[in-house]
């Protein structure tokens, strides 16, 4: 259905050249602002280790993927746990929630991959990085789905029981659709977010884009023209998952 | 249908909704239940869906009474339609989803078969041409009145409505009436929780008067609106035809 907006839609020449007009701005503000910068760049000593930022960037790519998919089932798995009417699993899941919300993945990671890791005989540290990635990323998560569920109004829950669906059909039809409208933006964010804490993963020695970009400064003693790069790869991840869930948003939009 | 009730009873928290209420009905098929906001009205009509479950007393229509445990009552539920006071429409559906829905989930119609007998439905109900709107593109009256055609497509025993037009104008309130007069010329039994008075004076055959979580009358509309014996029915009749 074509959804009704207040404005119309402008015309393809005139969004084109306000893109453009955007990005000139912005490009004329930074490029003023590296021009008052005494920098001497060096390109080239850092193009001689690109091999490294391309591996650097597909272990990102590898690590997040999988970490994206763990931490959507945790974050499933705890938001059905905290609408249990089994209280201890109830609590269970809200204490996760609340410890891995409230503290740093920093210590996380440190506290798995030296405490927890060994004790469980997980000795490579790619699958431990992966599984605190996706245990830190999972209650975030947890917290779009329950309140994505929580959006859909008693009244609906009533019309269901009536036609007579069962709980898992109530889910299945009436729930899902209409929760994952509200869900959308804020799995964007959390996606784009667990992208970017993977860095972190650097610390348990796991080299990854930033890891193998914190290296090549230091091998050519430049700055930006490692760093550069690492913010544009980074980017690189973030942008499809942000343009693909805006155009699921548009799929599923209905008016209430 | 014959209708039973004894001693139901049910509480939210400290407050006694329904409070050891009993009947019997052998013969009724347009049920009307009026009385002031509160009264347990909707309680009794959402415990007659099979939505809730009375603490104490027993229910029984045509002599089988309403299961307790959770899976039954799902199952009575498939059996009978209702409609609530906000239509209720699964807004991310169209008409003809709304209505296939139950068809085709629960009631195991071919998804071709669900299709036409939703559309069968619509046409007979006029609301053809909205069949695939959303909710959202349709009027309050138009709602209603799917939300009514998507519970007489399962070819329910019984029909039951919770305050069908409270939201609506007059305008579409007639329409909705018009529709529930309509399925009781059918032959069609129905239990009704109404503020349209004159409505009931004509569809019903039976009125019961609920009052602080008791029935204080029940009996044929014509007995109650001209003389109704409890003095709180009286006074609730003669505040409400006043105007």
């Known amino acids: ?256 | 249908m014959r209708l039973e009730l004894s001693g139901v009873t049910k509480s939210f928290g400290s407050h006694r909704v329904l409070d050891n209420i009993s009947l019997d009905l052998p013969g009724v098929h347009a049920f009307v239940l009026i009385g002031p906001s509160g009264g347990g009205k909707s309680t009794l009509l959402r415990i007659l869906a099979g939505l809730e479950r009375a603490e104490s007393g027993l229910v029984a229509i045509d002599g089988a009474g309403l299961p307790r445990e959770e899976e039954a009552l799902r199952k009575y539920r498939c059996g009978v339609g209702t409609v609530f006071q906000a239509y209720n429409l699964f807004p991310h559906l169209s008409a003809i989803e709304n209505i296939m829905l139950p068809l085709e989930k629960v009631h195991g119609l071919a998804r071709a078969g669900a299709h036409a007998r939703a559309m069968e439905t619509l046409q007979r109900f006029q609301l053809e041409a909205h069949a695939h709107k959303k909710p959202a593109q349709l009027s309050g009256g138009q709602k209603q009145r799917v939300a009514i055609a998507r519970a007489v497509a399962i070819k329910p025993r019984l029909l039951l409505f919770d305050e069908p037009t409270s939201a609506l104008d007059p305008e579409m309130t007639a329409e909705v009436l018009e529709m529930i007069e309509e399925l009781k010329g059918e032959g069609r039994d129905l239990i009704l929780v109404t503020h349209e008075m004159a409505f009931a004076r004509v569809a019903a055959d039976q009125v019961a008067f609920l009052d602080n979580g008791r029935i204080l009358e029940c009996a044929p509309p014509e007995e109650i609106f001209a003389a109704a014996r409890s003095e709180s029915c009286r006074r609730f009749l003669g505040k409400i035809l006043r105007y």
Do not use: H
């Not at chain 1, 699958?127 to 830190?136: D, E, K, N, P, W």
């Open chain 1, 1 to 256: 259905m074509p959804a009704e907006t207040d404005q119309a839609e402008p015309p393809l020449w005139r969004k084109a050249g306000s893109l453009l007009l955007a990005l000139a701005f912005l490009a004329g503000l930074f490029t003023f602002a590296f021009s008052t910068t005494i920098y001497r760049w060096n390109w080239p000593a850092v193009w001689v280790y690109r091999s490294l930022f391309v591996r650097g960037w597909l272990v990102t790519l590898l690590l997040s993927g999988i970490s994206l998919v763990a931490s959507c089932l945790i974050g499933a798995l705890l938001a059905l746990l905290r609408r249990t009417p089994l209280l201890p699993l109830r609590y269970l899941a809200r204490i996760y929630v609340e410890t891995i919300r409230g503290t740093p993945l920093l210590v996380q990671l440190l506290i798995f991959w030296y405490v927890v890791a060994p004790a469980f005989g997980i000795g490579n540290r790619y699958v431990a990085g992966v599984l605190t990635l996706s245990v830190f990323s999972g209650a975030y998560i947890s917290e779009v789905i329950r309140s994505g569920i929580e959006s859909v109004g008693q009244s609906q829950l009533d019309s269901a029981r009536a036609i007579g669906l069962t709980t898992l059909q109530t889910y299945r039809y009436v729930i899902f659709p209409q929760a994952i409208r509200q869900m959308l933006p804020p799995l964007a964010g959390q996606f784009a977010s667990l992208i970017k804490d993977s860095s972190l993963l650097s610390i348990i020695g796991i080299s990854e884009f930033t890891l193998n970009a914190q290296n090549v400064s230091s091998y050519t003693y430049s700055n930006f023209e490692s760093y550069l790069p690492l913010a544009l790869g980074y980017l690189l991840l973030t942008l499809p998952i942000s343009l693909w869930t805006q155009s699921l948003e548009r799929r599923n939009r209905f008016e209430t």
